[in-house]
């Protein structure tokens, strides 16, 4: 399984499936290009670890400038790890199954457009829920609204503040977002 990483930020998620790649945890996987729509340290990231990168350059085409460099590293599968663009349907429809994005809630609570980072947290805490946590889901079209692969709960404590619950869901996010890519790759074995 050949994946590409899509990133816009700090790219925490990127480097926990570097670093199972590394320590063979997740075997049989490997990162063709990391993919961002923006100058991040995601890519930083990637390039300490000599991976290829791919800024994409949003005034173009740039669905096609994708296409053309997953095609070129036979990309299998791509992993949404923070990518703050919204893909087209096309492109959604092509690699159906074989997208999945990672989501700050409990999808399909707190998800759509403009739910992003700490204004997650802070309608979950507004909003006086007790439990938040964070969900692994294929990609569609309709933003955070396709089939859920995983998802994990932790509870909302009281004086929990958003940055509070944005480092717990952190450490869950990256769990669940491994096990996620175990089960993909768990899937490509078994059609052989
Ligand atoms: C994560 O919280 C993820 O849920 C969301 O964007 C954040 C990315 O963090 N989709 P990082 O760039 O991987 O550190």
Known sequence: MRL??????????????????????????????????????????????????????????????????????????????????????????????????????LLPKYGGKGMYGLKVHQAVIDHKEKESGATVHFVTEKIDEGSILLQRKCNVDLNETADSLQNKIHEIEKDILIESIKILYAKTQSTY
């Open 4 to 105: 590409a990483v899509f990133v816009s930020g700090n790219g925490s998620n990127l480097q926990c499936i570097i670093d199972n790649i590394q320590s063979q945890f997740l075997n049989g996987i490997t990162i063709g290009v990391v993919v961002a729509d923006r100058d991040c340290y995601a890519n930083q990231r990637a390039q300490n670890n000599n991976l290829k990168t791919l800024l994409i350059n949003k005034k173009a085409d740039w669905h096609t400038q994708i296409e053309a460099t997953l095609k070129e590293e036979d990309i299998t599968h791509i992993v949404l790890a923070g990518f703050l663009s919204i893909l087209n349907k096309t492109f959604c429809e092509s690699w159906k199954n074989k997208l999945i994005n990672l989501h700050p809630s």
